[in-house]
């Protein structure tokens, strides 16, 4: 109880922060990268138009929205290869604008624009520029965008030195007709199985602003070529599309059937159980069955401060099972006992609140290279509550509450965030399940080379009803190890990473990066060691194809006294995406 009651004081306390009562959201914004600059430049001078220095409160006039080709001439590619995609339609930029031709001009408005435009997958740049007007008091509003290549190869790739640990293959369609609706098919392959099927995607359906989607997918074993499993769901709901919008509600189903395994190093991992003399080589696999269903309301209230309370209701069933094995059964249930997750079913009401802050700092070269990206900036704050009865259906009877709280802060154009969150769960009996975890990064300001980033996370359960464990290694966190190799309960990472400003050519944003990380990862009590690897990376972007970087990471482990066994003096890691994604709270699932 005295961790719900600190959270609770956490949440009361950023309820009404010294800027609850702002009239508006602040929002900050730093310069355009030399890509966007060229952008700006080319479409102005096409237009005839000069950019207004002093646009707040001024009544717009007209709004131009340009389309830029995916191919410009710029672009390192022939100009007929346009032909084979569709520009978003005029209509499709404009439904997500919030100001319009008569309404006053406000910086926080358009940057809200820009945010809700850059949030789309379909559009890489996106820029809102006000321009001189016909007199001293009117203003033009040009909005600017670059759709990605919409008929794509969409595909992840993992690749270690063990080999090909995943392999995604997704055509799609990203843009149909210029309508922002994806349809798509996917190919997923890893060391056991593969997996086939298809996903469609509405971001707005009707006037009403409603976004659905629906996926449906098969699992078959590589070995047997049977069929071992299934995942997929449907959704349909209105988003709180903007920071202003009153209501929102959701529904969605989702399912998994699978057989988990743990690979290390591209190799499907064993278990060896400590009750035997000899190594059982327990394959580290097991059977999931998953179902999810939620449905909710929420009300928002607010524009610089916002507070969100949502009522709903969840089903959540796992179940979990070992496949047949020959090994002797004191070993299997070793195996149950400490790496598989426990089974139950549980139907709850919820109530849930969530306070923010709608202040925004624009910056470059965080995630992605060469590019704007938004992060809000202020308090977080997550409270969920929801009880469970095994008279209704649950598996246990269970009172639970989930709280987090976070704080970022601007450092020039770089920023600080910190965030806390506990999750517990109580039965009749006492308390069943109970974590807390805290995670904080910092981005230094751009020093003329880079950026220097230190990124934490510390995670203690120090009750595990659920049986959940963490996995260290090769992904992001210890990169000098094989992926997958450490698990645990608990867990203490830290990272510290260079990456450079990006260099162009030929449009091509192409950075580097080194890096030094640190870990420990604690299972049931056993001794532990702090864990070290270091190395150099690369990081590249084409803006035609995506806001995602690929990467490429080369890490050395760093031991005293000889490398575990298993460890080489060097691995690579080949992946989409920073090794490690921006701390930031959210609701459980």
């Known amino acids: 109880m005295n961790l719900l009651l600190i959270f609770s ?14 009239e508006t959201p602040r929002s900050a914004t730093y310069d355009y990268s030399p890509y966007e600059q060229q952008a700006i430049d080319l479409t102005l001078e096409r237009l005839g138009l000069t950019i207004e220095p002093y646009p707040e409160g001024k009544t717009i006039e ?3 929205i340009v389309s830029l080709e995916v191919i410009e001439p710029r672009d390192p590619a022939p100009g007929f290869l346009n032909i084979f995609h569709t520009l978003s339609r005029r209509s499709t930029i404009e439904r997500e604008l919030l100001l319009h031709p008569g309404s006053a001009f406000r910086k926080v408005v358009v940057d ?9 997958p379909q559009l890489s740049v996106v820029l809102c520029v006000p321009v001189r007007g016909t007199s001293p008091n009117h203003v033009g509003l040009v909005v600017i965008t670059k759709d990605i290549w919409s008929l794509r190869l969409n595909s992840d790739i993992q690749v270690s030195s063990g080999g090909l640990e995943l392999f995604v293959v997704q055509p799609s369609e990203i843009n149909l007709f210029g309508s922002h609706h994806t349809a798509s098919a996917r190919f997923e392959l890893n060391p056991a199985a593969w997996s086939t099927g298809a996903l469609y995607i509405v971001p707005r359906l009707t006037d009403h602003l409603l976004s659905a989607s629906a996926s449906a997918n098969i699992i078959v074993n590589r070995d047997s070529g049977q069929t071992e499993g299934s995942f997929g769901g449907i959704s349909l709901g209105r988003p709180l599309i903007m920071s202003q919008t009153p209501w929102s509600w959701q529904t969605s189903t989702s399912w998994r059937v699978q057989t988990t395994r743990r690979f290390v190093a591209a190799r499907l991992a064993t278990f060896d159980a400590t009750v035997t003399p000899e190594d059982d080589e327990i394959p580290y696999e097991y059977r999931t069955r998953r179902w999810l269903h939620r449905s909710s309301v929420t009300r928002s209230y607010g524009w610089a401060v916002k507070n969100d309370v949502s009522f709903g209701a969840e089903y959540d069933r796992r179940q979990y ?4 094995s020959h090994a002797r059964a004191e070993a299997l249930q070793e195996f149950r006992d400490k790496r598989m997750p426990t089974s139950f079913t549980r139907l709850s009401p919820f109530v849930e609140y969530a306070g923010y802050t709608t202040d925004f700092m624009r910056v470059l070269d965080f995630e992605t290279l060469g590019l704007q990206e938004d992060f809000r900036l202020g308090h977080s704050a997550i409270v969920k509550l929801y009880p469970a009865s095994e008279a209704l259906g649950s598996t246990r009877t269970l009172f639970g509450a989930f709280a987090a709280a976070q704080y970022t802060l601007p450092f020039v154009d770089g920023l600080v965030r910190a965030n806390i969150e506990s999750a517990t769960e109580w039965e009749p009996d006492g308390l069943a399940s109970g974590s807390i975890q805290g995670r904080w990064r910092v981005i230094t300001p751009r020093l003329g080379f880079g950026r220097l980033l230190v990124d934490a996370l510390v995670l203690h359960r120090y009750r595990n009803f659920l049986n959940e464990l963490e996995i260290l290694g090769g992904q992001g966190r210890l990169r000098g190890y094989p992926s997958n190799y450490f698990v645990g309960q608990d867990v203490v990472v830290n990272n510290l990473e260079f990456r450079s400003r990006p260099l162009e050519i030929l449009t091509l944003q192409l950075g580097g990066a080194v890096f030094y990380d640190a870990g420990v990862i604690r299972d049931r009590g056993k001794p532990f060691d702090v864990y070290q690897s270091t190395g150099f990376g690369m990081r590249a972007l084409f803006p035609q194809l995506d806001r995602v970087v690929f990467r490429v990471d080369v890490g050395f482990p760093l031991a005293e006294g000889g490398l575990p066994a298993g460890v080489a003096p060097a691995a690579f890691y080949a992946a989409l995406e920073q090794a490690f994604p921006m701390p930031n709270i959210t609701s459980p699932p």
């Open 9 to 22: 004081l956490l949440a009361a306390a950023v309820l009404f922060p010294l800027d609850a009562f702002a």
């Open 62 to 64: 007209r709004i131009e």
């Open 112 to 120: 809200e624009t820009a945010r809700n435009l850059r949030a789309l």
């Open 321 to 324: 099972a070992l496949p047949p």
